[in-house]
Structures are given as C-alpha cells and as structure tokens.
C-alpha cells in the first residue's frame, strides 16, 4: 500500500500544455483580453496558432485574472508540485525504515 501511494505522489507533474509553455502569462490574458473586447474565439485562435481547446482551458483557468494573479498562481502551482515531491521522498525514506527496522527486531 505505502509504495503504491509513493509512487503515486513521486509521479506527480505539473499539468501543463504545449501553448502555456509557449506562451507567457502577459500573452494568455492578453489573448483573453481580446475575447473580451468582442473578437471572435476561432479569429483569435488562428491569429495565435492555438487550438479552441487551448483558449477555453486557458479562460477557465486565467479568465477575469490580472498578470499579477497568474504569475502568484504559477508560483503556487511550482511550489506545490515542489512539496508534493518532498512528502513523496520523505514517504520513501520512512517506508525504508519501518522495512529494514521490521527485519532487525
């Protein structure tokens, strides 16, 4: 059961996508922005090179967001990847303990 919860925490990467890789945060809600000034999403999507799916993600993700708040919630999101991997190593190393102290007494 532990290993399986270990691996399971070890394994866990930030969800990102090509585009938001891409892009920067002042391009995303810049892109959003111009929805809201009344562009078509399929205009917007072609001058940009992204998918529908792409924009819709991104709206649901950054929609009504300043640049500010989308760089705290990247940094939110980097450092709680950070601690996931800290508690999955520090959930190793005491599954490795109880195992050889289980063998020893």
Known sequence: ????LILKLGSVEQETDDEEERFSEEQI???LKEQQAGLPV??????HGISDATFYTWRSR???MEVSDARRLKALDEENRKLKKLLAEAMLDVATLREALGKNF
Request: glycine share 18%.
């Open 29 to 31: 809600i810049g892109i």
């Open 62 to 64: 950054y929609g009504g």
């Open 1 to 4: 059961p532990w290993s399986a």
């Open 42 to 47: 399929a205009e917007i999507c072609r001058r």
